[in-house]
C-alpha cells in the first residue's frame, strides 16, 4: 500500500517548479504502478506550451479557471473544477491562466509514468522515458 500526504512532500524532490507552475509528484515511475500522478498548479498569468509526445496525460481541474488550447485547430476549452481534459493524441496545447484569477489546480495522471526528474524540452515535451 502506497500513502502519500502531500504535506509530506513539499521540499523533497518530488516537489517540483518550472516557469508558471508547481507540482507535487504524489506518484511516480519508481512507485511500480504503470502511471505517475501528480497535483499540479497553473499560476495566475502562466502560459504553458505543452506537447507529449512520450505520453498520454489526463488532467483533472479541482479548484480554479483557465483554458487549454488546441494548437493545431486553435480549439479553446474552458477548464473550470470538475472538468477533466485529455489530450489523447499527443495533442500539442497550451494552458491558458488569466492574470486576475488563482492558480488552476490540476490533479495529473501520465502514462508511461514519470520519473520525477523530467524537464520539459522547448517544444513543451518529456523526453522518451527510455531515454
Keep these: 500500500m502506497i500513502i502519500q500526504?502531500?504535506?509530506d512532500l513539499k521540499g523533497t524532490k518530488?516537489?517540483?517548479s518550472g516557469p508558471g507552475w508547481t507540482s507535487l509528484l504524489l506518484l511516480v515511475?519508481?512507485?511500480?504502478m504503470g502511471f505517475s500522478m501528480t497535483e499540479t498548479q497553473v499560476l495566475p498569468g502562466a502560459v504553458l506550451q505543452l506537447h507529449y509526445k512520450h505520453h498520454v496525460e489526463a488532467c483533472y481541474c479541482i479548484a480554479g479557471e483557465g483554458t487549454v488550447v488546441e494548437v493545431e485547430t486553435g480549439a479553446r476549452h474552458d477548464i473550470?473544477?470538475?472538468?477533466?481534459?485529455?489530450?489523447?493524441?499527443h495533442d500539442q496545447h497550451e494552458v491558458h491562466v488569466p492574470s486576475d484569477g488563482q492558480?488552476?489546480?490540476?490533479?495529473?495522471?501520465?502514462s508511461?509514468?514519470?520519473?520525477g526528474t523530467e524537464v520539459h524540452g522547448p517544444d513543451g515535451s518529456y523526453?522518451?522515458?527510455?531515454?
Design 103 to 110: 492558480a488552476l489546480r490540476l490533479v495529473c495522471v501520465f
Design 29 to 32: 515511475r519508481s512507485d511500480g
Design 127 to 131: 523526453p522518451h522515458p527510455d531515454a
Design 14 to 16: 518530488r516537489d517540483a
Design 112 to 115: 508511461p509514468a514519470l520519473e
Design 80 to 89: 473550470r473544477p470538475g472538468v477533466l481534459y485529455a489530450p489523447n493524441a
Design 5 to 7: 500526504d502531500k504535506a
